[in-house]
């Protein structure tokens, strides 16, 4: 299986209706009908899989169970060759890799400058800008997992955004392959590309094509308003509000943006993004 990974709000969802698209050649695909869903995260499934109530644990015992968890699953499900993943690649305390290297084949990390992440996350979370910033950096942050309020969904272990970056392209276990957002936007049929190929999947440059048409924003806020979004958190204006036509520099303060490139500066000139 290959993981598609990224920090929140990085493209994965829009990766994932590409792909969708591609693969069953379906014309003009229902969002909500997405493949290549989140297989890792839910309790029931764990539950089930490894014999214990996921609620009694800990999160380093549920990190110690996670990998078997997840092999299990892979093994299990042979016919999805890819998932989506928010969480950081970690060692659990037991010295296992909670997402193992002798089962996952790959990984395609999806990487997005955090400037644009930051009104995207907010959004989706229904957070003012600057909290967002704060969780943006907090290293323990986690999505979800809340029992007390019934939640179906086990604790993504998300980390800063330098943190979930560098967790997973500075690994040497498996193989990374990282696209950039940004260049995704500027060719999406050229980097979609990239993309079917690390998937291992054949490269067919028509359907590519077209998946890239279908699957272009202005069409996905269309039947987002015609028929809603399923993986829509508390997002005040729309899973796809803005995609392609967010600019930081509309939405962020000078001092916002000054805390951003002092929390994430290191990594984002790493991948060419100006902190200037």
Same mark, same amino acid.
Request: proline share 4%; with cysteine; net charge negative.
């Given at each position: 299986?290959?993981?598609?990974?990224?920090?929140?709000?990085?493209?994965?969802?829009?990766?994932?209706?590409?792909?969708?698209?591609?693969?069953?050649? +379906?014309?003009?695909? &229902?969002?909500?009908? @997405?493949?290549?869903?989140?297989?890792?995260? /839910? $309790? %029931? #499934? !764990?539950?089930? +899989?490894?014999?214990? &109530?996921?609620?009694? @644990?800990?999160?380093?015992?549920?990190?110690? /169970? $996670? %990998? #078997? !968890?997840?092999?299990?699953?892979?093994?299990?499900?042979?016919?999805?060759?890819?998932?989506?993943?928010?969480?950081?690649?970690?060692?659990?305390?037991?010295?296992?890799?909670?997402?193992?290297?002798?089962?996952?084949?790959?990984?395609?990390?999806?990487?997005?400058?955090?400037?644009?992440?930051?009104?995207?996350?907010?959004?989706?979370?229904?957070?003012?800008?600057?909290?967002?910033?704060?969780?943006?950096?907090?290293?323990?942050?986690?999505?979800?997992?809340?029992?007390?309020?019934?939640?179906?969904?086990?604790?993504?272990?998300?980390?800063?955004?330098?943190?979930?970056?560098?967790?997973?392209?500075?690994?040497?276990?498996?193989?990374?392959?990282?696209?950039?957002?940004?260049?995704?936007?500027?060719?999406?049929?050229?980097?979609?590309?990239?993309?079917?190929?690390?998937?291992?999947?054949?490269?067919?440059?028509?359907?590519?094509?077209?998946?890239?048409?279908?699957?272009?924003?202005?069409?996905?806020?269309?039947?987002?308003?015609?028929?809603?979004?399923?993986?829509?958190?508390?997002?005040?204006?729309?899973?796809?509000?803005?995609?392609?036509?967010?600019?930081?520099?509309?939405?962020?303060?000078?001092?916002?943006?000054?805390?951003?490139?002092?929390?994430?500066?290191?990594?984002?000139?790493?991948?060419?993004?100006?902190?200037?």
């Amino acid at each position: 299986m290959i993981l598609l990974a990224s920090y929140p709000k990085s493209g994965n969802t829009w990766v994932r209706s590409m792909l969708t698209h591609y693969l069953s050649d +379906a014309g003009d695909m &229902n969002i909500n009908q @997405l493949t290549l869903k989140q297989p890792f995260i /839910l $309790r %029931a #499934d !764990f539950d089930e +899989a490894v014999g214990v &109530n996921s609620a009694d @644990l800990s999160m380093g015992a549920l990190d110690n /169970l $996670r %990998a #078997d !968890f997840c092999r299990d699953y892979i093994a299990d499900n042979s016919d999805e060759f890819a998932a989506k993943v928010h969480d950081i690649q970690r060692i659990a305390p037991n010295g296992r890799a909670v997402f193992p290297c002798d089962s996952v084949r790959g990984v395609v990390y999806l990487i997005r400058n955090p400037l644009n992440v930051a009104p995207s996350f907010a959004n989706h979370l229904g957070f003012e800008i600057r909290r967002t910033i704060k969780v943006m950096n907090r290293p323990l942050f986690r999505l979800s997992g809340r029992i007390e309020f019934g939640h179906h969904l086990l604790p993504q272990q998300i980390g800063t955004w330098s943190e979930n970056v560098t967790s997973w392209v500075d690994q040497r276990d498996i193989p990374v392959t990282v696209v950039r957002y940004e260049d995704l936007l500027a060719d999406p049929v050229g980097n979609f590309a990239r993309i079917v190929a690390a998937l291992g999947r054949d490269v067919d440059a028509d359907r590519i094509a077209q998946a890239a048409e279908y699957c272009a924003f202005d069409r996905l806020q269309r039947q987002e308003a015609a028929s809603g979004f399923s993986e829509m958190n508390f997002a005040k204006n729309g899973f796809f509000a803005k995609g392609a036509a967010r600019d930081y520099r509309a939405e962020l303060s000078d001092a916002e943006i000054a805390q951003i490139n002092a929390d994430h500066g290191a990594v984002m000139r790493r991948f060419g993004y100006a902190t200037d």
